[in-house]
């Protein structure tokens, strides 16, 4: 994968994607299309997990506001956000933001795409928009208020504030905060590779299954749970895991990720 903007390497079985658009990886139409790129390549051939990152400084302090004329131009960037973003939940596999600093607006909308999110100590939050006249274009309207409920989201897009990590973690818009800045990353991968060593394709099956249900009936997502049930009892690991704990009782497993 060749790209300027976006940085991505194998680390053992977890896969690392980094911003790197100075100073600020604000994002812009160009980043975007390269983590389109990236994240279809790995939703074809997933690490068991993945890490996206900015750097120590700051994630990403939003999108580039001067390349938005107009609402032509909105709409066109707006568009790009989605088929990014909705690439990098289509991954099936675990995703973890790790945010330092600042993860604002677009920055904050690609940190709600990933399943989880851990962030250093001094890492800010928010969807300031709302203080530019306009609204979240990058599906923060959407998921935040599936992340933490409507009143906190219709609070933070409202008054377009940040939030602290301390808040943030009190909110349920972050899961767990690092002890520094400069453990960020290895709090992170410390995760990923914890998530790694699981039945990789029944994780990709049940975040499916996950994902796809809160946007649908109860009815139908149990619908799809049971179809992915069954299917999860074709995969490898089913067999590994069975087999494991009818020999060795629970939690004995090695599994292959297949």
């Not at 979240?136 to 998921?143: E, I």
Request: charged share 20%.
């Amino acid at each position: 994968m060749k790209n300027e903007l976006i940085k991505y390497e194998s680390i053992g079985e977890v896969g690392v994607i980094k911003l790197d658009r100075p100073k600020a990886n604000a994002i812009s139409p160009e980043l975007l299309e390269e983590l389109l790129e990236v994240a279809q390549e790995l939703r074809e051939r997933p690490p068991r997990a993945l890490v996206i990152w900015g750097g120590e400084k700051i994630f990403a302090a939003g999108a580039d506001i001067s390349r938005f004329g107009g609402p032509v131009e909105a709409l066109h960037i707006g568009g790009l956000f989605h088929k990014a973003l909705d690439a990098i939940v289509a991954i099936p596999r675990p995703t973890i933001a790790a945010i330092s600093g600042f993860a604002l607006g677009g920055g904050c909308e690609l940190a709600l795409a990933c399943d989880f999110r851990v962030a250093s100590p001094e890492a800010k939050m928010g969807q300031p928009e709302i203080l530019l006249g306009i609204i979240p274009g990058g599906g923060g309207t959407q998921r935040l208020p599936r992340l933490i409920g409507s009143s906190r989201a219709k609070d933070l897009i409202f008054s377009g504030r940040q939030v602290n990590a301390q808040e943030a973690l009190s909110i349920g818009l972050i899961d767990r905060i690092a002890p520094s800045r400069e453990t960020l990353l290895e709090t992170a991968m410390e995760w990923a590779q914890s998530l790694a060593q699981g039945a990789s394709a029944s994780i990709g099956l049940a975040k499916r299954a996950i994902d796809l249900g809160l946007s649908d009936s109860l009815h139908h997502g149990l619908s799809l749970e049971l179809r992915l049930f069954a299917e999860s009892f074709t995969t490898k690991d089913s067999e590994i895991g069975v087999s494991s704990f009818l020999e060795n009782g629970p939690g004995k497993a090695q599994f292959t990720g297949e």
